[in-house]
Every structure is written in structure tokens, then in C-alpha cells.
């Protein structure tokens, strides 16, 4: 018998169907229903996060239909499969936010697992929360075959009364003024059931939105994927034009180590300066960029912070919801207005460059997008400290600190859990004056790395802002707001100096100097430090296993086998 009718295609899933010795693989997909047609045809994962547990999750079931259609005209074939998808949002306040971050390394590996097994030809990935979004492009980097990204995009905003433009952001901050008797838990209970109307991610620029937009400006996604909302027929569209495109980019050989280079990580950090993005933007960048062998850390942040101004007037930094970034010309519209300060010769999932894809893309200056000349602040939207505090880095959202609190001095209240500390603010046990330090929280201490942002919206929420402020070597979700720094490092349990704090200790902050400073002598620190009696909090096997690899939160947090954290990384990465 001829091998000849037996090689049905030179794509990489031939592997599956070409020669004798395929014959029963050549059975199993026939038992799909598959074809001897189909057989010929690129085969195409579609990386699908449903849920119905996640409201930016819940309408993947639908779009990935219109992912499937793109494909199939396009002659390729579509076979999908799920990842898990956490909401940070449900998570908050509870054990079950140590879990969203090491999920991102899950949701990497999954995907490889199956796309690595069954030699798909390329990817569609459709993410939409916090992790899932970094989680796929990590996968991406990783397996370097041919990807588009597809978010699920932004839900709308809610209106309750005289209230305009809700988001999760001042639903949080409405339990602080309720507590204080500034609103009554009658009408809270109300403005739950209107705050947010619909599925998609919640409608400021957190986590979720800021990795979906950055997926787009690092050319990872269709030109107006980023913020086409949720409900919208202009993501549907979207997604079947990504797949007819990623048919495209497999006969191509159009792969992610050719569009996600460092300069284009890069370009990503310009974007998320000038929108005054999420500072988890700190540990995913780094981590998708470790996947390719990228050297990306916080001193490109802390470089790209102040050369590139802040302009968009945005929740929760601002003034607007994502909507209205939308009816502005979304993300295009926000590179266009820092045109000047992006590498526009990337590669992107068009086949184009960035500066093709911008070159009819209008100018939009207005109260949204602030011009170049006139930004709403001459820095970035994030800031990157150092100190005798953060030896390796810390990171504040200073878009979101009011003016008056970039120079912060005061006296240190310890908690080890964000529990103790919200308990403290709840119960007016914090005063004029105090700064919260809340220690062995970061990845390996938590382990996990939770965000205290359930913290954070009772200060601003109380009105505390201008009055205390908040350390902690644990993260903060993407729509806080207020003098907050995290992702300090060493964090505490890897003997970083947070761990040497005291009650009563004086902490300055100060923000326009980039330092973070305990006002203790050094000798002071390093006799406290040999003598601390480290907190080793519970953990489950899955949590305990994290632990056990995750590296500090200025490396990203990504895992490490222990020989690569003492040697470099020795293992080779395709």
C-alpha cells in the first residue's frame, strides 16, 4: 500500500494523521465524525475558559461559536477544550483568594498539556478574568504555535438613581460608607441588585481588562478586541474574523516569539502607563516574558513609568467607565495617543506592524484620552519603590493615590492577614496617621499572594485616605485605588526586611522619589531579622506544592524548579 494515501498534510497535526502506523489515531478522530476532507485541514484548538461560576465567563459558551465559524471558513478545523477560570472579585476576603494566582500557572500547563498531546496547528484562546487572560498568553509564549487571544470583553456599567457609571470598584468602597452610616444597608442592598447589569468583566480598568487590552497592544489580538464589550455584535464579529485569521497565520508560520518580542512587551508597559492600568500588570508581563526567555523586570516598569504620561481618565483611577474608552476608539485609540513612544515596527496577529495597524487609526484628545502635552499626570499610571523596605522593588498604583499622600510619614500597625487588618478597620482600631503593614502575604507566605484590596476599599471607602496608608508583600487587585503598596520584595517569608517590622515603627512613603524607606537602623534590621520567628500559615497540597516553587513577586512569581533558582534557568525553554 502506498504511503502516498496515507499523507493527508505537512501541518504539524500530520503527526496525528500521515503513514501506515496512524492508522488507529486516523480511526479515533474519524470517530468524531470527522472526515477524510477534514483530515487535510488544519486542525485548530479553541481554548475555551467557560464557566458559569464567572460573570466575565459565562458568555464564552456563545462566542466560542462564532470562534468556530471564523475557522471552519477558513478551511481549518476547530476542536475545543476548557481551562479553569477563578473571578478574583468572588474571591475577595476570604481563603479562596490564595488560590486565583497559582491558577495562572494551571491554566498555563493545561493548555500545553493538551496542545502538546494532540500537536494542534494553532490556537484561538478565549480568556476573560484576571489570571486566565495572562495564564493563556504564558501558554502562548510557551508552545509557540500560531495564537490569536480573544477576551470576552467588558460588561456595562450599572446606574442606580442619581448614581452614574457603577462598577465593582464602588461597590466595595459602598460597604465603607455603610459601616459609617453614610449610606443604609437597605439601599446597599439595592444598588447590589443594579451595579452590574450583565456578564463580561467588571467595567473599570482591573486585572481582567488590563491583561485583555494588553493582549491587543502586544499584538496578541485583533485590532478592537480589547474593550469590544460582552453583549456587543462587534465581539462576535471580532471573534469569527480571529477565526479566519488564525487559519491564516498557521499557513503563515505566523507564531508568538515572532509578534511577543521584548520590545513588544515592552510597548505593553507604555499602554499601561498611559491608561493607568492594574498593578498585577507588574507580575504577569514579567511572567509571559519568562516564558519566551525574555528578560522583562521591574526596572523596565520603573523606566517606562516615567517616560510615558498618564491619559485615560478611567475607573478607577478616573473619572469614566470602560464604555466610554470603547466610544472613544478603545485600545488603537489609546496607542495612537502615545504613537510616538511605541516601537511600531512589531509584528502583530494581523500580519501587519503595529504602526500599519495605527496608521488610520484617528486622535482622539478629549476629557477620556488626555493629549500627550497635557496628560492627567506627567508619570505613568504605575510607580516602582525601593528601599531599605523593598530591597528588590515594590509597586503602587500612583494614578490612584491622591496628590497629598505621595509623601506619607507615619507609624507602622502590624497584622499578619489581611483578616486582621479589614477587622482593624472595621472596628475604627486605625487612626490618623497609621500605616498598615500586612506581611506573609505574598506568594510563598500566603501562599498565594491575595490581594488586600478588601482592605483597601474599606480605608477609601471610610474616607481614610488622606489619613493612613497600607504595605504589604501580598498584591492588590487591579481597581484599587488609594496609597496602597504591594508585591514587596523579599516578601516576609523569604526573610525580606517587611518581616523585621514593628509596632510603632516609622515608615515613610514617598512616591515622587520612588523609596520606601523603615526609618531603623540598618544593624537594627539585620539584628531584628536573625532573631524573627517566621509564621508558616496552613496550607493544602496544592497550595503547600506552590509554595514550594514560586519565586518572589519582582520575578513575576513564576515557578522555578529549586536547581533553576539556584543556577539560573538551566532548563531549556522551547
Known sequence: MGQDKMHFKDYRSGMLTNGIERSAHRALLYSTGLDEADLRKPMIAVVNSFTEMVPGHFH??????????????????????????????????????????????????????????????????????????????????????????????????????????????????????????KLTEDELLKIEKEALPGVGTCSMLGTANTMSCLAE??????????????????????????????????????????????????????????????????????????????????????????????????????????????????????????????????????????????????????????????????????????????????????????????????????????????????????HKGDVLVIRYEGPKGGPGMREMHMTCSLIVGRGMDEDCALITDGRFSGSTRGPCIGHISPEAAAGGPIAAVEEGDEIIIDIPNRTLTLCVPDEEIQRRLQTVKHIRKPATPALARYAALVTSADQGAVLKLPEETEQGDILQRN
Not at 493545561?110 to 487572560?133: N, R, T, Y
Not at 485569521?245 to 518580542?261: G, N
Not at 531599605?388 to 499578619?416: C, D, E, I, W
Open 60 to 181: 464564552l459558551r456563545e462566542l466560542v461559536d462564532f470562534v468556530k465559524q471564523g475557522i471552519i471558513e477558513a478551511g481549518g478545523i476547530p476542536r475545543e477544550f476548557n481551562t479553569i477560570a477563578i473571578c478574583d472579585g468572588i474571591c475577595q476576603g476570604h481563603k479562596g483568594m490564595s488560590y486565583p494566582l497559582p491558577s495562572r500557572e494551571i491554566i498555563a500547563d493545561s493548555a500545553e498539556f493538551m496542545v502538546e498531546a494532540h500537536q494542534f496547528d494553532g490556537m484561538v484562546m478565549l480568556p476573560g478574568c484576571d489570571k486566565i487572560v495572562p495564564g493563556m498568553l504564558m501558554a502562548a509564549m510557551r508552545l509557540n504555535i500560531p495564537a490569536i487571544i480573544v477576551p470576552g470583553g467588558p460588561m456595562l456599567p450599572g446606574k442606580y438613581k442619581d448614581m452614574e457609571a457603577i462598577t465593582l470598584t464602588d461597590m466595595r468602597e459602598l460597604i465603607g460608607k455603610t459601616q459609617t452610616g
Open 217 to 430: 497592544a502586544l499584538g496578541m489580538s485583533l485590532p478592537g478586541c480589547g474593550l469590544a464589550h460582552a453583549v456587543s455584535a462587534k465581539k462576535r464579529r471580532i471573534a469569527k474574523q480571529s477565526g479566519r485569521r488564525i487559519v491564516e497565520m498557521v499557513k503563515e508560520d505566523l507564531t508568538p516569539r515572532r509578534i511577543m518580542t521584548r520590545e513588544a512587551l515592552r510597548n505593553g508597559i507604555k499602554v499601561s502607563m498611559a491608561m493607568g492600568a492594574s498593578t498585577n500588570s507588574t507580575l504577569h508581563l514579567p511572567a509571559i516574558a519568562y516564558e519566551g526567555g525574555i528578560d522583562l523586570s521591574l526596572n523596565d516598569f520603573d523606566e517606562l513609568s516615567r517616560e510615558v504620561p498618564y491619559l485615560c481618565n478611567i475607573k478607577p483611577s478616573g473619572r469614566y467607565p470602560l464604555s466610554v474608552l470603547e466610544e472613544c476608539g478603545g485600545v488603537p485609540a489609546v496607542m495612537k495617543a502615545i504613537e510616538c513612544k511605541l516601537d511600531l515596527n512589531q509584528m502583530t496577529v494581523t500580519g501587519k506592524t503595529v504602526g500599519e495597524n495605527l496608521a488610520d487609526v484617528e486622535l482622539v484628545e478629549n476629557d477620556v484620552i488626555f493629549p500627550m502635552e497635557h496628560p492627567k499626570r506627567p508619570e505613568g499610571g504605575l510607580a516602582i519603590l525601593h528601599g531599605n523596605l523593598a530591597p528588590n522593588g515594590a509597586v503602587v498604583k500612583q494614578a490612584g493615590v491622591k496628590p497629598s499622600m505621595h509623601y506619607f510619614k507615619g507609624r507602622a500597625r502590624v497584622f499578619t492577614s489581611m483578616e486582621d487588618a479589614s477587622y482593624a478597620v472595621s472596628n475604627d482600631q486605625i
